[in-house]
Antibody
Framework: EVQLLESGGGLVQPGGSLRLSCAASGFTFNIYDMTWVRQAPGKGLEWVSSIRANGVETFYADSVKGRFTVSRDNSKNILYLQMNALRAEDTAIYYC?????????WGQGTLVTVSS | DVVMTQSPLSLPVTLGQPASISCRSSQSLVYSDGNTYLNWFQQRPGQSPRRLIY???NRDSGVPDRFSGGGSGTDFTLKISRVEAEDVGVYYCMQGTHWPLTFGGGTKVEIK
């Protein structure tokens, strides 16, 4: 059974940083592209970032480019999202998912709240 | 960016009756490899999204066969042949052909 377990969310002040993690199991992590999607409270889904299976190629939404960095550790089956210079508008549930052009399985999400 | 426009925003349906959701893209979703990366997701209240359909019409494992996807180019549809109570939630289309990846605004399915 595929499992994606996000962690690292919490309350942070504007301008602060957080690192999200997504522990993957139940599938061959190192051959899957991976994706982060977020959902602001009461709103729809927004793609944030993706990374190729080998970790070499990364992609970002304009809204987070230069502030967020996606990475992965294929030896540990973990996906990361380093979030810097956080803004109020980054407040959302952050989901990790496997796949890229056809995002497949999703985690349960981790809530990030940016507020003073 | 490719804009994904879903309609209707809200869809009240009688149990056992069919339902249809439209998703239109501002550009063709045919990728250079010949595939069309249009996917459908269901998000039940309080849950994570779940993929129902990938590449226009391929139903995911475990998805009831009352769900079907179709369309081509820029015009796509998700159909539910007979709505059941467990189908309540918000449905999103998503295109994976062009960067950035984009989602439709969602269609809320509720029971009349």
């Amino acid at each position: 059974e595929v499992q994606l377990l996000e962690s690292g969310g919490g309350l942070v002040q504007p301008g602060g940083s957080l690192r999200l993690s997504c522990a993957a199991s139940g599938f061959t992590f190192n051959i899957y592209d991976m994706t982060w999607v977020r959902q602001a409270p009461g709103k729809g889904l927004e793609w944030v970032s993706s990374i190729r299976a080998n970790g070499v190629e990364t992609f970002y939404a304009d809204s987070v480019k230069g502030r967020f960095t996606v990475s992965r550790d294929n030896s540990k089956n973990i996906l990361y999202l380093q979030m810097n210079a956080l803004r109020a508008e980054d407040t959302a549930i952050y989901y990790c998912a496997n796949g890229l052009r056809a995002i497949g399985d999703w985690g349960q999400g981790t809530l990030v709240t940016v507020s003073s | 960016d490719v804009v994904m426009t879903q309609s209707p925003l809200s869809l009240p349906v009688t149990l056992g009756q069919p339902a249809s959701i439209s998703c239109r893209s501002s550009q063709s979703l045919v990728y250079s490899d010949g595939n069309t990366y249009l996917n459908w997701f269901q998000q039940r209240p309080g849950q994570s999204p779940r993929r129902l359909i990938y590449m226009v019409s391929n139903r995911d494992s475990g998805v009831p066969d009352r769900f079907s996807g179709g369309g081509s180019g820029t015009d796509f549809t998700l159909k539910i042949s007979r709505v059941e109570a467990e189908d309540v939630g918000v449905y999103y289309c998503m295109q994976g052909t062009h960067w950035p990846l984009t989602f439709g605004g969602g269609t809320k399915v509720e029971i009349k």
